[in-house]
T-cell receptor
Framework: GNSVTQMEGPVTLSEEAFLTINCTYT??????LFWYVQYPGEGLQLLLK?????DKGSNKGFEATYRKETTSFHLEKGSVQVSDSAVYFC?????????????FGQGTRLTINP | DVKVTQSSRYLVKRTGEKVFLECVQD?????MFWYRQDPGLGLRLIYF???????EKGDIPEGYSVSREKKERFSLILESASTNQTSMYLC???????????FGSGTRLTVV
């Protein structure tokens, strides 16, 4: 079946550090891949997406590249800020039971210290 | 922008109560979803609906049911609440024309 595995958190970094959150997936079809972010007390917001192999999604300084050969979609940011503290979810969208559905990883809590 | 509104941010209910969680969208999206979010488990799909009066079980439907009488409203029902249903519940909609999902702010339910 379809599944998503993220690196375990929590992750704690200092401001301006380089960030990588690993994400790998298993899928039977050709899924689209997403990163969602959840700030404290809020719902999920789409951060970036990629719909086919070698696509790069980017937003707010974050990037992730759809790597079909390694079934990965790692999230990176060159210089994190305190305001990036949140929970990050990797997800895939695939046709399951005749409908497009999102399958999520377990989430990675990120804390950025000033 | 699509808005997805969940009726309550926080709820406290007693074991055995029947609980209704409401979700309303302000666009004409056909697909609607209910997830629960638990630490270390991510989001797990409970039920989804791709049209009025249509519903499909997700990965963890036991103890839940849903209702979709109008396109804009998708209700999650806990027939007899139990303490293991204490969780954050998130509603989402999907635009069929692209891959955009929009989430509500969530309802944190505590069953005592």
């Amino acid at each position: 079946g379809n599944s998503v595995t993220q690196m375990e958190g929590p992750v704690t970094l200092s401001e301006e550090a380089f960030l990588t959150i690993n994400c790998t997936y298993t899928a039977t079809g050709y899924p689209s891949l997403f990163w969602y972010v959840q700030y404290p007390g809020e719902g999920l917001q789409l951060l970036l997406k990629a719909t086919k192999a070698d696509d790069k999604g980017s937003n707010k300084g974050f990037e992730a590249t759809y790597r079909k050969e390694t079934t990965s979609f790692h999230l990176e940011k060159g210089s994190v800020q305190v305001s990036d503290s949140a929970v990050y979810f990797c997800a895939l969208s695939d046709l399951i039971q005749g409908a497009q559905k999102l399958v999520f990883g377990q989430g990675t809590r990120l804390t950025i210290n000033p | 922008d699509v808005k997805v509104t969940q009726s309550s941010r926080y709820l406290v209910k007693r074991t055995g109560e029947k609980v209704f969680l409401e979700c309303v969208q302000d666009m004409d999206h056909e697909n609607m979803f209910w997830y629960r979010q638990d630490p270390g488990l991510g989001l797990r799909l409970i039920y989804f609906s791709y049209d009025v009066k249509m519903k499909e079980k997700g990965d963890i439907p036991e103890g839940y049911s849903v209702s979709r009488e109008k396109k804009e409203r998708f209700s999650l029902i806990l027939e007899s609440a139990s303490t293991n249903q204490t969780s954050m519940y998130l509603c989402a909609t999907r635009d069929g024309a692209n891959y955009g999902y929009t989430f509500g702010s969530g309802t944190r339910l505590t069953v005592v």
